[in-house]
């Protein structure tokens, strides 16, 4: 059985379903998603109906993302700030615009049980973005760090390739995990569309939101595989560009 690791969808169903195509998933993988599934493509809700599918016939994770958190909160009716709409939340409620009041309510109870982090059997930490507690996530004092978070990412960008983990200034909290596995922070920004290790962090969001493509891949080997740049699957929409 593979451990397949997906980066950020966005909305970008027709991606999902390329990415899993080319690394030939099988109902044997464990599928571990990093969050943000919503917000972007045009088939946000789409998205969520693949994933709550997927759930039936594998072995799966799912961690919660900053856009899931806010498409959450709108769908309990919370009032929303302006700056979703801005950054994708105008197409998760055109895509929901089209959805019966019980297939919402089937949804809303899905985006409840999403997981803030999950740490496997060889001490890995998959989480959306990050965590910031030196003494590990169960002790931090707000759980909208691990989907908000980007002082992790931008720590391990930060530090020198040399620096040993002896070393007094080596931070604590990368000590604690033996990988860790994020998204929300586009790997894009540092021109890059594929997966991006620094230190023992492992950054899968390769820009599907935007430019990029989506990728998925296997925690144990390293091998990914990609969809087509999101906007020459949906040509025809901007995303969040």
């Known amino acids: 059985m593979r451990t397949l690791i997906f980066g950020d969808i966005h909305g970008g169903l027709r991606a999902l379903e390329q990415a899993m195509e080319r690394a030939k998933v099988t109902v044997e993988d464990h599928l571990i998603f990093l969050g943000d599934y919503v917000d972007g493509w045009s088939e946000s809700a789409e998205v969520i109906d693949k994933l709550m599918e997927l759930q039936k016939s594998n072995k799966t994770t799912f961690i919660r993302g900053n856009h899931d958190d806010l498409v959450q909160q709108w769908l309990e009716g919370k009032e929303m700030s302006p700056k979703w709409l801005q950054h994708g939340g105008q197409s998760t409620i055109d895509s929901y615009s089209r959805r019966s009041k019980d297939e919402i309510k089937t949804h809303l109870d899905f985006y409840k049980t999403f997981k803030d982090y999950h740490i496997d059997e060889h001490n890995r930490m998959f989480c959306h973005a990050g965590f910031q507690n030196l003494n590990g996530p169960e002790h931090e004092w707000h759980t909208t760090v691990f989907f908000w978070d980007r002082t992790l990412w931008e720590m391990v960008c930060a530090m020198r ?4 983990e002896s070393d007094a200034l080596y931070p604590k909290r990368l000590k604690l995990f033996t990988e860790i ?5 586009p790997t894009t920004r ?5 997966p991006v290790n620094k230190a023992n962090v492992w950054n899968l969001d390769t820009g599907a939101a935007f430019k990029g493509p989506l990728t998925v891949m296997d925690v144990h080997t390293k091998e990914y595989w990609q969809s ?4 020459t699957l949906y040509p025809n929409e901007n995303g969040r560009n």
């Open 161 to 164: 390739d040399d620096i040993a």
């Open 181 to 185: 596995f994020i998204g929300h922070t």
């Open 190 to 194: 540092i021109n890059k569309t594929t």
């Open 228 to 231: 087509d740049p999101l906007p």
